[in-house]
């Protein structure tokens, strides 16, 4: 048998059914172009499709929704105390002035002068919104707490995006901003609680001890930016002990120590006003990202929050929150007691609420006290571990609508007995604050909002909308019939629509996600190149 007639191989026959079948691809026509075409042409109408009717995409132009969303804006960083936040932009006359949401100083922008601040212009957040969700219903349909887009009922052809807080057959009221609402059938208002999403988001930072003012504001001003009459108070936050004490620590420091292992029970608190022996706090609803060129509300609904460790000591530290006539206090022992306890400001006697025993981890932890909607809650490690419930905190809007009127701000305070240990991270935040009364910008002779205290709505096949950015947002409790849109008028003359709602068949859908980031300078020349991932983000 000759070479040419000897059998093959098992790998050589494989190796040339492959080469056979390659060059029958090689040979295969290309797609013709035309075809190629239409196929483009498929996927931007796929797109398409997907844009308009499922994902919609939307950019965010204003700060109605911040610090939720951003529009317009800059990032500037307070040469006072280093806190950085987001300033707006706003249709004045002149530079506008920045004022620090953490120690107030207020800076002028760069704009027409030579010793301002310098404020570089960002594009405002891009988002996705769910288009489909709300047409299915159900489970699906729009939610209490949402971020939704739906279409402005003075402009059919404008789209907003608000937080829903009312939805169909409820009657809503603002009341010292909160949400009361009465369910359909029902005679009786109850506050309306936010989701643990919801809520988080909700916290605005009001006084970060991560940053500590070097001067009072009108200090800052007189010194630095030569304005004999800054348009704010005095003010210079910071903790103070309540009594001459050598256990508590570096309170001036981002670190207060307690040194008190065989120290009884000693407490500081949280203060606003310069000078010695000054009141508690006022809490207010500022916003470093609106203009300061208005009236600021009470704020009532705070929260403390601080990491703890335990150095030496069996004692305990204690987060201390009032709430009018009510004292909250959360007890946290060196070895991992934690209770919540409920008392009156001016008496001694508590009422036991809860209490659990804990594993400490390197012997501290991540502590929390907080009230917002009439809840109370303890958290550890970023998990609520303690709360109140509707029996022990009982509430009548008549009762909310009473206390408003006091104006009585909340006392914050730490205590701490028998330990050594160190604080770090000590944050002071507030809940948003739905104001109530006339809205900015409103005309003298215009009643007070829609849905606000002693203004209920009810709403038939609606909703009602709010913006985080409770001051500086156009929304149901403003909106009127003077501009109210043509889409419109027709039922409200029918007395089928009421001002300041939203008809279901305007709603377009749920906001969940940013998308694209914008950008972010690359230089101090301003030039807007890197792209800011930071901000990439879900919606809650």
């Not at 969303?69 to 300033?87: D, I, S, W």
């Amino acid at each position: 048998m000759n070479e040419t007639t000897r059998p093959l191989s098992k790998d050589t026959r494989k190796n040339r059914r492959l080469g056979a079948a390659n060059r029958d691809a090689r040979k295969a026509p290309k797609e013709p172009v035309l075809t190629q075409i239409a196929s483009f042409v498929e996927l931007f109408v796929w797109l398409l499709v997907l844009k308009s009717f499922f994902l919609p995409l939307f950019i965010i132009p204003t700060g109605s929704m911040a610090e939720t969303l951003a529009g317009a804006h800059a990032t500037f960083t307070c040469p006072n105390c280093g806190y950085e936040y987001k300033v707006g932009f706003h249709n004045s006359k002149g530079p506008p002035i920045v004022q620090c949401p953490n120690c107030r100083v207020q800076i002028h922008s760069k704009e027409g002068r030579s010793d301002g601040a310098p404020l570089n212009v960002k594009a405002g957040d891009r988002i996705v919104v769910h288009g489909w969700t709300f047409d299915i219903g159900g489970c699906f349909g729009p939610r209490r707490w949402d971020v939704v887009v739906f279409k402005n009922p003075n402009e059919p052809a404008v789209n907003f995006i608000k937080r829903l807080i009312g939805l169909p057959g409820e009657t809503i009221e603002l009341i010292d901003g909160d949400v009361f609402v009465t369910l359909e059938g029902e005679t009786t208002p109850r506050p309306a609680r936010k989701t643990r999403q919801a809520q988080q988001a909700l916290w605005f930072p009001y006084y970060d001890h991560d940053y500590p003012p070097k001067q009072a504001s009108s200090d800052w001003a007189a010194r630095e930016m030569r304005m004999a009459r800054p348009r704010w108070p005095a003010y210079k936050p910071r903790w103070i002990a309540c009594e001459e004490t050598d256990a508590w620590k570096d309170l001036d420091t981002r670190a207060p120590r307690f040194i008190g292992a065989e120290t009884r029970r000693q407490e500081i608190r949280f203060v606003t006003w310069p000078g010695d022996n000054p009141p508690p706090a006022r809490i207010l609803d500022v916003y470093g990202y609106n203009s300061i060129a208005r009236e600021y509300q009470f704020v009532t609904d705070a929260r403390i929050s601080t990491g703890v460790a335990f150095q030496a000591g069996d004692g305990y530290v204690e987060l201390c929150l009032s709430k009018y006539e009510n004292m909250f206090f959360a007890r946290l022992t060196a070895d991992g007691d934690l209770k919540l306890e409920r008392g009156a400001v001016d008496s001694n006697e508590r009422t036991l609420w809860g209490e659990t025993e804990l594993t400490l981890h390197d012997g501290g932890a991540h502590f929390a006290l907080g009230h917002a909607d009439y809840r109370v809650t303890v958290e550890i490690d970023g998990k609520i571990v303690l709360e109140s419930n509707d029996e022990l905190y009982p509430v009548t809007a008549e009762q909310a609508r009473q206390a408003s009127r006091t104006f009585t701000p909340p006392d914050i305070r730490i205590a701490a007995a028998g330990v050594e240990m160190e604080l770090t991270h000590l944050l002071i935040e507030r809940d948003v604050h739905y104001t109530s009364g006339k809205m900015r910008g409103a005309p003298p002779n215009q009643a007070p909002g829609t849905g606000t205290q002693g203004y209920p709505v009810k709403l038939d096949n609606a909703y009602f909308m709010c913006g985080d950015n409770s001051p500086g947002s156009h929304d149901s409790r403003a909106w009127s019939e003077a501009d109210l849109g043509p889409h419109l008028r027709a039922a409200y003359a029918e007395d089928s629509y009421s001002l300041g709602t939203v008809p279901a068949d305007q709603m377009i859908g749920r906001a969940f996600f940013v998308y694209w980031p914008g950008f972010m300078p690359l230089s101090s020349k301003g030039i807007n190149i890197l792209p800011d991932l930071g901000r990439v983000r879900w919606i809650h």
